[in-house]
């Protein structure tokens, strides 16, 4: 039936491609283990969850990464409509809770980039042609944004989606400054909500993002449907992905290539000194 077909379709979008990725990676694991032990993969004994837990906790730093990947057992068990009840077990829950006392893991807080450091940035820009003057619409709209590089480029030409990704019709000139829509996000993968971002201006030109997008659309013109980061090419405009620009970032020696701005570094540092993002809003 044509329903049914269309129901099944529907039913298979409900995780982004790269969490059935994370899903397909976290299983693989679990079902190597079992394999190396000879253990039963499908309703384990609390013995062998118990024994996969100590192995992914000698392997991995973080307690969340080891929950993450017990979870796709109980994930899996769902998806082929089969129980898991040794997961649920008080054994289980206490090698579990075990992790946050035995792992002593402290994440590795990015550093911020703070104004100085964009400046100099920006100084290497100026002496890279087109490529520089792309970079610097990255850097400026990413800083006064607080935006990852999936917010700005796709993870690759063909994977340009305008429903989901950055466009050239989503940038608006809103005198003195630009406004942004942003579309989806990391924490908004449905898109259900459109986020009106201002962009402001800057009366040092080195610095000012109206100013760079300006000469972007110099070189590199294009229709409303297009990826915001483009590069002038031979015969059409090159899309940036981000392999492109990551590599683009190493050339110019950022800090740290892979994070556009290192969005929670940055928040972390206004929080410090008091200072407030409070100009984002959700567009109803």
């Keep these: 039936m044509e329903l049914e077909s269309a129901a099944r379709a529907r039913h298979a979008q409900a995780y982004r491609p790269g969490t059935r990725i994370n899903h397909q990676v976290q299983w693989s694991k679990y079902v190597t283990f079992c394999k190396k032990f000879g253990f039963q993969p499908l309703n384990p ?45 008080f054994e289980v829950r206490t090698m579990l809770r075990a992790l946050d006392l035995t792992m002593h ?34 850097l400026l709209f990413g800083f006064h944004a607080f935006l990852r590089q999936s917010n700005i480029v796709p993870p690759s030409e063909q994977e340009f989606d305008p429903t989901r990704h950055t466009c050239r019709g989503d940038i608006f000139m809103q005198p003195p400054g630009l406004v942004m829509l942003q579309k989806w996000t990391k924490t908004n ?34 229709h409303d449907n297009a990826p915001l980061l483009l590069l002038p090419g031979t015969s059409r405009h ?30 972390f540092f206004l929080a410090k000194h008091n200072i407030f993002r409070d100009r984002v809003h959700p567009l109803s």
């Design 238 to 267: 090159i899309t940036v992905d981000i392999t492109m620009l990551k590599q683009e970032f190493v050339s110019i020696n950022l800090p740290n290539e892979n994070q556009l701005v290192q969005n929670r570094g940055f928040l």
């Design 105 to 138: 893991h402290t994440p590795n807080r990015r550093r911020p980039i703070t104004p100085t450091i964009l400046k100099n940035m920006l100084r290497l820009c100026q002496q890279m042609g087109s490529i520089g003057i792309m970079l610097k619409v990255a």
């Design 45 to 89: 004994a609390i013995h062998t969850v118990i024994l996969y837990v100590e192995t992914l906790a000698q392997q991995f730093c973080s307690p969340d990464s080891v929950k993450n990947y017990v979870s796709g057992i109980k994930h899996h068990h769902n998806v082929l409509g089969r129980s898991c009840n040794s997961l649920e077990s």
């Design 189 to 222: 993968q449905s898109g259900k909500n459109v986020t009106v971002i201002p962009i402001p201006s800057n009366i040092n030109s080195l610095v000012c993002p109206v100013k760079a997008y300006q000469d972007l659309l110099a070189i590199t013109p294009a």
